[in-house]
């Protein structure tokens, strides 16, 4: 069947390949309409036109802070047809930069790219941003795609086997239907339009997913029986590696595809170009994929049969078709693999696999710089039981080799540069990483995994529950756990006693502030006592703190004194990660290796004293991933 735009009209082109037609302004190339399976508009037509389906970013101008700034849904400003033929179309809506425009919009070229195959039951989507050396520096803070499909039809959303539900309507956000809460994207239901979400709380953030599982999510149309889904068959071009956390879906309905966002990070993940500094990068393709069933009955089958398309996709990846030279086939691609090894003589004389170990390969820079990374493409792997890994389809370029391993603290760098050539295979050998280590554990508290999943989470307040995370593994994505501090630590803050106390019911999962009557917040000092029988008063002991995330904190450590000033260690003001906020379990990771002198210990019962002491709001605070004293490395204390 031959593929082609229908429609070259002045407003608008169509594509259609006999099993859907999609509708898309022109020159603007705002998708306006998806017709599929009887039904004219899967998207919201009682929204403007332009509020249908769009790519948008935020920008903001060179110097600027924080993680906000100017919302531009870019249209094009001219529109062509890039390939047509009985198998393919591709269009092109594009908007060019020159100085004229300088202050008024981004300096980008922006290609946005539409595909429809033959066959195929839905289409894709990519864009190209390029940025000239000669042209003005600015920071983007957001790149996306949304579709918002019709609220009278989708009603039920998809994020993974355990997480999808009826959700609420848009209109119960409202002010007469919602109260708004602590944060602009929490609401209770106080007056929803149907009565059984009377008590919920909505909030967008309940739903994210890390890069490495965002792969299919979408919603579900039980009359017609009819679902509409986003898939992403490569995480290469998303920022901040596998586990920063991304939106995914929420009431709109809104089907978001999030290419470079700060949430979970904060300013670290803005993207900034310098002067004089050129830039080019390709956001996608993702696939956004229409499927249907005859009956209602069997609407939930949808879902798998998405989950299979994606499987497809991620098989097919890359692509063969997409037409623009910036975006690289298999062939024109790159591999590396090797075997990573952990060698920790206090663990086990010999070396570890590196079982279940994230290996990567990200663009050059310091250890762990990969998190913060958002100009360039990544690629990330899991080892297998061995320790061996293959990551292949790799673009050209230079990388380091990344890798952290759960169970061990810290990051990897292989200091090597590996340079990717077209075709070439690339075997790096056997790699050691040496986490940091000075001597034999003394005590510890928690899983070196970079979350805080083993940790005491609370059970919600029932007034701000979501029915979907109740008796859930992801219990944490309640919101309001923050307040439960309050509530169970009423006279004192917490005391964690080692050889007593268990971290899974006893370490509570943030360190927060606690609020008093008058409502403003007082610092939080929690303890840690243990018992030495002897103590090396000449050696140097070693306290290792890995955070998994922290916003607007500062983390002072004392040793059995609460009140010494200056403290033993301080972090300084650090995180901008508002995960608490967010209903997360890690942000940005951070590892503090803090010499604790012998002089500072005694004999019998010492205590560590952990001070958040920034207070001004409630969702300030810190999430400790993993603690660990060390003896002096001459010691077997």
Known sequence: MLLRPECECQMRVVLDNGILQVTISNPDGIVTGIQYNGTDN??????????????????SKTGSTGT????????????????????????????TWDFSLEGSVVPLNLDKRFIMLRNSSGFYSYAIFEHLEEWPPFNLPQVRIVFKLRKDKFHYMAVADNRQRFMPLPDDRLPDR?????????????NPV?????????????????NKDLKVHGWISMNPPVGFWQITPSSEFRSGGPVKQNLTSHVGPYCLAMFLSAHYAGEDLVLKLNPGEPWKKVFGPVFLYLNSVSSEDNCFSLWEDAKNQMQRETQNWPYSFPASEDFPKSDQRGKVCGRLKVQDRYVRYESIPANGAYIGLAPTGDVGSWQRECKGYQFWTRADDDGNFIINNIRTGAYNVFAWVPGFIGDYRYDVVVNITEGCSIDVGDLIYEPP?????????????????????????????????????????????????DDLYPDGDLVFTIGVSQYKNDWFFAQVNRKKKDGTYQATTWQIKFTLQDVDHTGTYKLRLALATAHLAELQVRVNDPKSDPPLFTTGPIGHDNTIARHGIHGLYRLYNIDVGGVELVEGENIIFLTQAINTDSLQGIMYDYIRLECPSSSST
């Open 42 to 59: 899967l998207l919201e037509v009682e929204d403007e036109e332009v509020n249908r389906g769009f790519w948008d970013l935020v920008w």
């Open 68 to 95: 906000t700034g100017t919302f531009d849904v870019f249209k094009g400003t001219s529109f062509k047809v890039v390939v047509e033929n009985e198998d393919q179309v591709e269009v092109s809506f594009t908007r």
């Open 178 to 190: 919602g109260q708004p809460l602590a944060t602009p994207e929490a609401v209770l239901l106080v």
């Open 194 to 210: 149907e009565p059984e979400f009377r008590g919920e709380v909505d909030d967008k953030y309940q739903y994210s997913s890390e």
């Open 437 to 485: 280590r000075d001597g034999p554990t003394l005590w510890e508290i928690g899983i070196p995994d970079r979350s805080v999943a083993e940790f005491y989470i609370p059970e919600p307040d029932p007034k701000y529950i979501n029915k979907l995370y109740v008796n859930h593994p992801d219990r944490y994505r309640q919101y309001g756990l923050w307040e439960r501090y």
